[in-house]
């Protein structure tokens, strides 16, 4: 477990963030109000604790049961009300925990977390719109989607979708493939009176981060049929995760934008 200097600097980084809130008139705290060295130090304290709170899980990740809301609020002794002030901080850390590749959770809404063991800095996983890449390509690495090659690309997608049919298959829908007629879905799954719009999305990694285009993301908000269907180790070990069109719009988080510069 964390020790016990961690825990009181921990309590220290939160009080003065609350004050600083208090300051600015915010309601709650989010990240952003402290200092990059400051948010590197709550980043490390909170792995630590999720690191030794952690049991195996899949190969180098561990599986933390999370609980992060119940520490600080031992630690700073405070009720419901001012820990609805720290939602914000917590998932502002979580998202970053994952963007420097040290953890992440398997769902949205989920409160167990999967860590992997810091050994020193992480270069953190290439996302959309990173100026390191070059090519225009979506592509799935060891972090999820990002950019690269489009053979690769291609297979991934493939061996997804021959994953996510095979399922559908066993259980007895017929399959019909519609991604050609960019309908925002890429299989339709017929079952007697069932229907279900499958957006399909591969990695190769364990991580269950994606890319959906503005057509996609309209059609999930639109579509009560539309299901995302994410198969991750899709190279390797192909699994399965489904999630709901309200839960992949809620967790949506833009980061790639199109700048027309044109006269």
């Not at 195996?56 to 820990?83: C, F, K, Q, V, Y």
């Not at 989607?145 to 997804?160: I, M, S």
């Not at 639109?222 to 999630?243: I, M, Y």
Request: some cysteine; charged content about 25%.
């Amino acid at each position: 477990m964390p020790s016990q200097d961690s825990n009181v600097r921990l309590v220290e980084l939160i009080r003065a963030g609350l004050a600083r809130a208090d300051d600015a008139g915010l309601a709650r705290l989010p990240l952003k109000l402290y200092s990059a060295e400051e948010q590197d130090e709550l980043l490390m304290l909170l792995h630590a604790y999720l690191w030794a709170t952690a049991a195996p899980h899949d190969g180098e990740w561990h599986r933390s049961p999370g609980n992060i809301m119940t520490l600080w609020a031992e630690l700073l002794e405070i009720g419901t009300e001012a820990r609805h002030r720290l939602i914000p901080l917590r998932t502002d850390l979580v998202k970053l925990l994952t963007e420097r590749g040290l953890g992440y959770r398997t769902h949205p809404r989920s409160v167990p977390v999967l860590v992997r063991e810091y050994s020193g800095p992480i270069e953190p996983p290439v996302h959309a719109g990173d100026p390191r890449e070059t090519s225009s390509t979506i592509a799935f690495g060891a972090w999820g989607a990002g950019f690269g090659d489009p053979a690769t690309n291609r297979e991934v997608e493939l061996a997804a979708e021959a994953a996510v049919q095979h399922h559908y298959e066993t259980a007895g829908w017929t399959i019909t493939r519609v991604a050609h007629l960019k309908c925002g879905w890429d299989l339709t799954a017929a079952r007697d009176e069932e229907k279900r719009h499958l957006e399909v999305k591969g990695v190769s990694s364990s991580m269950p981060s994606v890319l959906l285009t503005r057509n996609e993301l309209g059609t999930a908000k639109a579509d009560p049929d539309w299901v995302l269907a994410v198969v991750t180790g899709a190279l390797t070990n192909p699994t399965l995760a489904e999630f709901d069109r309200q839960t992949v719009v809620a967790a949506a988080d833009p980061t790639v934008y199109r700048v027309n510069l044109a006269p």
